[in-house]
């Protein structure tokens, strides 16, 4: 259960040996406040009623998506062959993965049971992609999560986390694969599909 909190958290939110240097702040504030603003808005008792809870996540999805890059999210959870995919199926697979991401997780985050969050440290790994470490302390126990940001056009958005040190897009990059290596896209999109509308059955 709390490692499908501590992922669900990351949704605000490859671990390698590096100097650390340092980074703007303007670079990883607009992540950090989202992830307090985040916290705020599960602590705030005006929106723990059930009548509440639609208007809740509209403004967790709000919070939530605006720091992340799907499509580059998607292109990482496919690897190489995403040049294979039709501009059509990459819109769906887009699409698919974004709300498979929400079914999955947005409603765990809503199980948060007032973890603390503590940034560590922001590193430069290339020009373009910045880390961004934090501890999420749960009862005893410390989790580590970190951030991957790249500057696109939409400027800095998170593209992979990780937990502990496992990528959440190397996960997903592994079941596709899995899938596309005995099946074709479409396959992959329907199957995609299902999921998503089984998860959101009510």
Not at 155 to 178: C, K, M, P, T
Request: glycine share 4%.
């Amino acid at each position: 259960m709390i490692r499908r909190f501590l992922i669900c958290l990351s949704m605000l939110v490859w671990m390698m040996p590096l100097a650390v240097v340092a980074v703007e702040p303007s670079q990883v504030n607009d992540l950090k406040q989202s992830v307090q603003q985040t916290i705020e808005l599960l602590k705030d008792p005006a929106f723990s009623s059930v009548e509440k809870r639609l208007e809740r996540r509209e403004q967790l999805r709000r919070l939530i998506y605006g720091q992340f890059d799907f499509v580059t999210m998607s292109q990482g959870a496919i690897g190489p062959k995403w040049h294979g995919f039709t501009p059509a199926q990459q819109q769906r697979f887009i699409e698919l993965f974004r709300q498979l991401l929400e079914s999955s997780y947005l409603g765990k985050i809503e199980n948060y049971q007032g973890e603390a969050v503590d940034f560590t440290r922001d590193i430069m790994e290339t020009a373009n992609i910045v880390r961004v470490d934090s501890t999420v302390h749960h009862k005893s126990q410390d989790y580590h999560l970190s951030y991957r940001l790249l500057n696109g056009p939409s400027g800095w958005r998170v593209f992979d986390v990780a937990i502990e040190g496992v990528s959440l897009v190397n996960n997903y990059r592994a079941q596709f694969q899995q899938i596309l290596s005995s099946s074709s896209v479409d396959s992959l999109l329907d199957k995609l599909a299902q999921k998503v509308a089984g998860d959101n059955k009510p």
